[in-house]
C-alpha cells in the first residue's frame, strides 16, 4: 500500500509539473504575442511618418520582459509587408522558458493630408502688402497668407495653420514678390533653376514674414488643364445691381461671367462651374458657396483674365492655367488659387483650405516627417 501510494503521489506530483509547465507556456505564448503586437503597432506608428521606414533589430523591454524585432519590406508600390516577432524573456533561443511568436502584417501606405498648393503661379507670384500697411491707421498690418481645415470647423482667426505651399514654376528674377507688408504661414516652392537670392524678391524685408521654408523645386508643379466638357451652353452669366441668381448644385458651363453692383450667385449644393472666356467679380458683388465650404465650389476659366475685386469673401477652387488672376478686393478667398500669374493687392488675405488635398507626391517625394495614412490590408500569425 505505501509504494503504492508513492507511486500515486509521483504521478501526482509529475502531472502537477507538466500543468504548471503548461500554464507558464500558455502564458509565455500570451506574452510573446502581445509583444509582436506591440512591434506590428511601433512599425504602423513610424511609417505613419517615414515611408521608406524598414524596420529595428531585437528592442528589449526591460530585465526579463521580453521585447520585439521588426522588419518591413515593399509589397508594392504603396503595399509594405510588415514582419514583428516578439521574443521571452529574451531573444536567446536557449534561456529558460523561451518563447517566440510572429505575426505577418500587409498595409497599405497613402499621402496623407500634406501642405497643399494653395498658392499656384505658373509664371509668377506677387503678393502687394502696401494697402495692408497704408490704409490700416490703427496699426501696420500684413498681407496674410495660410491655412485651415474646413473640415474641423470654419477658419479659426488668430490661430490659422500653416500647411501650405506658395509655388511657381518660374526662375526668373522676381517670379514671387513679397511688397510691403506681407506675412506667409507656410511654404514657398520656387521653380527649377532658380537662385532664391533673386528669384524671391522681398521689399522691404523687414516687413515680410515666412514662418517655412524656401526650397527650389526639381521638377514643375503640374498645372490642372481646363476642357470645357460638353454641356448645355449658358452663354453670359451676367449679375448685376441687386439681382440674385440661384442654382442647385451640379455642372454648369458659361461663355464668361460678370457679377457686380449688389448681384449675387447661390449655390444650393456642390457645384463645378466652367468659362470658357474671362470672369469679373466687383463692388459688392458675391458667390454664396453652398455652406460657405470651398471644397463645394470649383471655378476652371480657360480664359485669360481673373478679376476678383468685390468686398464679399469667396470660398472656391479657382483653376484658371491661362489667366493673369488679379485679387483686389476687400473680401479674404477661402480655398486655393491657380493661375499663370498671380496678383493679390488689397485689404483681402488668402486662406488656403486643406480639405482640398492640393497636395502633389510627384513633384514632392514622401520625406520623413510628412503624413502618411497606413491601411492594414491584411493579418495573420506565421508562427504559433
Known amino acids: 500500500m505505501i509504494g503504492m501510494l508513492a507511486m500515486l503521489s509521483g504521478g501526482m506530483l509529475t502531472r502537477s ?10 502564458v509565455d505564448v500570451a506574452r510573446v ?5 506591440s512591434g506590428l503597432d511601433v512599425a504602423i506608428q513610424a511609417l505613419r511618418t517615414d515611408p521608406h521606414y524598414t524596420g529595428a533589430s531585437y528592442t528589449a523591454l526591460g530585465n526579463r520582459l521580453g521585447g520585439y524585432a521588426i522588419e518591413v519590406a515593399p509589397d ?16 536567446n533561443p536557449t534561456a529558460i522558458d523561451y518563447a517566440a511568436r510572429t505575426i505577418e502584417t500587409v498595409v497599405q501606405v497613402t499621402k496623407g493630408t500634406g501642405p497643399g498648393y494653395g498658392v499656384l503661379g505658373v509664371q509668377s507670384v506677387w503678393f502687394d502688402g502696401w494697402d495692408h500697411v497704408n490704409i490700416r491707421k490703427e496699426g501696420r498690418r500684413s498681407l496674410r497668407v495660410d491655412s485651415y481645415d474646413s473640415r474641423r470647423g470654419p477658419y ?3 490661430a490659422a495653420n500653416g500647411n501650405l ?12 514678390a513679397l511688397v510691403g507688408g506681407v506675412t506667409i504661414h507656410g511654404d514657398i516652392v520656387l521653380g527649377p533653376g532658380s537662385d532664391p537670392e533673386t528669384t524671391l524678391w522681398r521689399v522691404p524685408e523687414q516687413w515680410t514674414s515666412i514662418s517655412g521654408s524656401v526650397s527650389v523645386a526639381d ?9 470645357i466638357p460638353m454641356l448645355p451652353d449658358g452663354g453670359r452669366l451676367s449679375i448685376s445691381g441687386h439681382e440674385v441668381v440661384t442654382l442647385a448644385g451640379g455642372l454648369y458651363r458659361f461663355h464668361d461671367m460678370r457679377i457686380s453692383g449688389n448681384g449675387t450667385l447661390v449655390f444650393t449644393g456642390p457645384a463645378e462651374v466652367y468659362v470658357e472666356e474671362d470672369v469679373q467679380i466687383s463692388g459688392k458683388g458675391e458667390i454664396d458657396t453652398a455652406s460657405q465650404l470651398p471644397t463645394n465650389l470649383a471655378l476652371y476659366v480657360k480664359g485669360t483674365h481673373v478679376s476678383i475685386s468685390g468686398d464679399a469673401d469667396l470660398f472656391a477652387k479657382l483653376v484658371a492655367p491661362n489667366a493673369t488672376v488679379e485679387i483686389s478686393g476687400n473680401g479674404d478667398l477661402y480655398g486655393a488659387v ?9 485689404r483681402g488675405d488668402i486662406h488656403y483650405d486643406e480639405a482640398l488635398n492640393l497636395y502633389d507626391e510627384a513633384l514632392n517625394p514622401p520625406r520623413r516627417g510628412d503624413p502618411f495614412r497606413v491601411s492594414i490590408l491584411s493579418w495573420r500569425e506565421a508562427s504559433p
Open 156 to 158: 479659426p482667426e488668430g
Open 76 to 91: 508594392g508600390p504603396s503595399r509594405r509587408m510588415i514582419r514583428s516577432t516578439g521574443f521571452y524573456p529574451s531573444n
Open 165 to 176: 505651399r506658395i509655388c511657381t514654376n518660374g526662375h526668373e528674377e522676381k517670379a514671387v
Open 33 to 37: 504575442f502581445h509583444l509582436s503586437e
Open 219 to 227: 521638377m514643375e508643379a503640374p498645372m490642372e488643364t481646363v476642357e
Open 17 to 26: 509539473v507538466i500543468e504548471q509547465r503548461s500554464s507558464r507556456l500558455s
Open 338 to 346: 491657380m493661375g499663370r500669374e498671380i496678383i493679390a493687392r488689397g
